[in-house]
């Protein structure tokens, strides 16, 4: 695409924004947003975008519909600003987890985050690790879902991990650590759960061999930490050597945190796709940074080069 791109950022990951900016060699976009004494959210973009490339880097996670408000009032603002196009990137996509109705009488949450994303004037969409990839079809616009896959399996590799088995913590993952298993050369494990009400799980059995062996749960994120310490444990008991988990989404509600401290889980790898803080962050946590897939991302979309070597 001819012409300038700009990079503005609201509150969710200005960390993130700034070392993609970095990356890039270019400075964020000057924006005002905060809130009124009323408690709403007030938006102004300080800078002129007629005519430019913008990207927009938000993650909708806590406080999330804050977050998602302010992603709405932002795109809002670039389109009245007579920007050419507008991408949002969100290296998290809140709300993903109610992307289908497990009963009656309950609404699809993802679809109406797209709906409301879309009509705000967004003209594509740059996303990490969804948590189901039908939310990818939830939009009639282009959707560039990119995987930190690559980045979590090159830390293990680092580990020089021996005799390593990857371990799916629920079957609706199998794919996504069937795809961690072939990049280490590891066998797989799957367990299987249910959950008996929103963010409760209970394990049910488990399929595959990790006596002796180095397990590694593989996820796409980990919020209560309640499935990683339960999958964790049923690993040790059924004779895993030691067990690691890594994941892209960081949530680690509540006191999530030291839950995993005190956990039989020797290590757990994520990403910064939502920030994590210092009280967070205990020896056990290791971040992962993601500005340089989202960098070298932004730059191929702009100069509409094509982004297929980020997925392998």
Known sequence: ??????????????????????????????????????????????????????????????????????????????????????????????????????????PISAKLVSNLITTAGVNRVLTLDLHAAAIEGFFDIPVDHLRAAPILAERFKQMNPMNMVVVSPDTGGVNR????????????????KQRPQPDVSEILEMVGEV????????????????????????????????????????ILA?????????????????????PVSAEQCNEKIEVLTVAPLLAEAIQRIHKDLSLSTLFV
Do not use: W
Not at 177 to 192: H, K, P, V
Not at 255 to 270: D, M, P, Q
């Open 177 to 192: 650590a069937n795809d961690f298993r072939e990049r280490m050369g590891a066998s797989l494990a799957i367990i299987a």
């Open 1 to 106: 695409m001819e012409g300038q791109f700009q990079i503005f950022s609201g509150n969710s990951n200005l960390a993130l924004a700034n070392e993609i900016c970095q990356n890039l060699n270019v400075p964020l976009g000057r924006a005002l947003v905060g809130q009124f004494k009323n408690g709403e959210t007030r938006v102004r973009i300080e800078e002129n975008v007629r005519g430019s490339d913008v990207f927009l880097i938000q993650s909708i996670c806590a406080p999330v519909n804050h977050h998602l408000m302010e992603l709405l009032l932002m795109i809002d603002a670039l389109r009245r600003a007579s920007a050419s196009r507008i991408t949002a990137v969100m290296p998290y996509y809140g709300y993903a987890k109610q992307e289908k109705k497990t009963a009656g009488r309950e």
């Open 254 to 274: 509540g006191n999530s945190a030291e839950l995993i401290r005190n956990s039989v889980v020797k290590k757990v790898v994520v990403t910064n796709t939502i």
């Open 211 to 250: 006596k002796d062996k180095m397990a590694v749960i593989v996820d796409d994120m980990i919020s209560t930490g309640g499935t990683l310490i339960e999958a964790a444990d049923l690993l040790m008991e059924r004779g895993a050597k030691e067990v690691y988990a890594c994941a892209t989404h960081a």
